[in-house]
Nanobody, 129 residues
Framework: QVQLAESGGGSVQAGESLRLTCATSGFPFDNYCMAWFRQGLGSPLAGVAALYPATKTTYYPDSVMGRLTITRDNVEDTLVLQLDSLKPDDTSMYFC??????????????????????WGQGTQVTDAP
């Protein structure tokens, strides 16, 4: 059974850090490009980080460059998103996703949600008052 389970979300104040984890099982993790997406209230789903399986090439949109870091552990089959210097605009539900359609993608294509076939249920990150 394919499973992607996000954890680590919570309520944090601006400037703080948070570490999200996606535990996976049921598919060959090290063959998949993995990514994190987020969706705020009333906003479309947006890619925030993608990571190729073999080369460890990463992609980020300019809006999060330098603040978010995606990493993977191909032994433990887990994906991590480190969020630093959090801003109120980072408040969203965060999802991890997986795709085998990753060869020769541009950054924009790697962060296109329509390419991803396996999804977790999400974990909420909220800006604390």
């Amino acid at each position: 059974q394919v499973q992607l389970a996000e954890s680590g979300g919570g309520s944090v104040q601006a400037g703080e850090s948070l570490r999200l984890t996606c535990a996976t099982s049921g598919f060959p993790f090290d063959n998949y490009c993995m990514a994190w997406f987020r969706q705020g209230l009333g906003s479309p789903l947006a890619g925030v980080a993608a990571l190729y399986p073999a080369t460890k090439t990463t992609y980020y949109p300019d809006s999060v460059m330098g603040r978010l870091t995606i990493t993977r552990d191909n032994v433990e089959d887990t994906l991590v998103l480190q969020l630093d210097s959090l801003k109120p605009d980072d408040t969203s539900m965060y999802f991890c996703a997986a795709t085998t359609d990753w060869v020769s993608l541009s950054a924009e294509q790697a962060l296109d949600a329509t390419r991803y076939i396996r999804w977790g249920q999400g974990t909420q990150v909220t800006d604390a008052p």
